[in-house]
């Protein structure tokens, strides 16, 4: 329980607890799988269940009392009432930009799914060699698995050879909407750790070419050693500040933008953050967004797909910014989506999908395609 408290003492906003507690749980090699699965669970708990805690009390009753809690709300979550709920799960600026629903409040009070993305074709394999795997109930999801084992999974031989990838199911679905056909040029223009950029790498069948850009040269450092691991080759990395000059001089076929958004949709994940993000964040990265959304489409080609996505849900940073570019950019037509979550549901050129129905993040996503490249502006 030390290690727990320590950890939930220690985090802030610029230290995440998640960032912490994998710190700290690596520097300590004496511990069990058991031992970390405990104080991960602990600390995760206490985030998720704060708002019922008595600060008064000493951390360690905290703890227990959030523990508690969480097996309560996982054999009972009748017991709960959706007033209660929706008022304790989240921060109170949250109505002001999201829809606060009884059912997604219901969703952030629930421990997540781990979801696995085999790489194409090894989905049995995985399932068949790590066990505790379930497919999802969508059948567009042909390589998504759902992992209720124990093991550490880093340290699994299949995921040592590339085998699979630990994603997000809605990641995924964000991988699928983009559709890359073999043989076209992709921008990941915000790629982070690349998790996209190998799963659009992974869809092409390797053929093509997929340029992943991100700010900070660590993570594209982290992208190059997963890449390696996952056997793709297919790909190239660019540091990109967000600015209006493009990555390369590259017309791409599709350009995925996974934009810095508040995190909203990852609050069941991560409940820590459901306590550090503000609403002055919110308003900050809309303006972020609204820019590198501008910036990146000026580099796609006629007939191309442009992507936004963000694991948000707040309206700022989700339709108000598909609004935004629509109206400032006439020569692309939105572009409808087949939602992977309800393939019988009419197609949309904007998806949100919530937690509550997925049983994965929340994401929003708005595609469109190009009709035509603007003529210059006059000059004089």
Not at 164 to 193: H, K, Y
Not at 290 to 305: E, F, H, I, Q
Request: aromatic share 10%.
């Amino acid at each position: 329980m030390e290690l727990a408290e320590r950890v939930i003492t220690k985090a802030t906003p610029t230290i995440p607890a998640d960032l912490l507690l994998r710190q700290t749980l690596a520097r300590r090699k004496q511990l069990t799988r058991a031992d970390s699965a405990w104080i991960s669970r602990a600390v995760f708990s206490y985030f998720r269940w704060r708002r019922w805690l008595d600060e008064a009390q000493p951390m360690n009753a905290q703890l227990e009392r959030a523990l508690a809690l969480a097996d309560d709300f996982a054999i009972s979550p009748a017991n709960f009432l959706d007033a209660e709920l929706m008022s304790n799960a989240v921060p109170s600026w949250t109505p002001e930009f999201v829809t606060v629903s009884p059912e997604w409040a219901r969703s952030l009070q629930a421990e997540p799914a781990l979801w696995l993305r085999a790489r194409t074709g090894m989905a049995a394999q995985v399932s068949a060699q790590l066990g505790n795997c379930d497919s999802p109930k969508w059948s567009e999801f042909t390589e998504a698995l759902r992992y209720d084992g124990q093991e550490d999974l880093f340290r699994h031989e299949l995921f040592q050879a590339g085998a699979f990838e630990i994603q997000d199911l809605a990641s995924q679905a964000v991988g699928l909407l983009c559709a890359p056909q073999p043989g076209e040029t992709w921008w990941d223009a915000c790629a982070g750790e690349g998790g996209k950029t190998l799963h659009l790498s992974d869809l092409m069948g390797g053929k093509g070419l997929v340029w992943a850009s991100d700010r900070a040269e660590w993570r594209l450092h982290r992208l190059k050693q997963r890449a390696g691991r996952a056997g793709c080759f297919n790909y190239r990395s660019v540091l990109w500040k967000g600015g209006p000059k493009p990555a390369t001089k590259t017309m791409f076929d599709g350009i995925l933008l996974d934009a810095p958004c508040s995190g909203v949709g990852t609050w069941g994940r991560n409940p820590h953050a459901r306590w550090t993000t503000n609403s002055q964040d919110v308003s900050e990265l809309a303006v972020v967004q609204r820019d590198l959304l501008s910036n990146v489409a000026a580099s796609l080609k006629v007939g191309g797909r442009l992507i936004y996505a963000v694991c948000t849900l707040t309206r700022p940073e989700t339709t108000e910014i598909a609004d935004a570019f629509s109206a400032a950019h006439p020569e692309f037509t939105p572009l409808p989506l087949v939602n992977p979550f309800a393939p019988g549901a009419p197609a949309a050129a904007r998806l949100e999908l919530w937690p509550q129905v997925t049983g994965a993040n929340g994401m929003f996503i708005a595609a469109w395609t190009r009709q035509a490249i603007p003529d210059p502006a006059p000059v004089g």
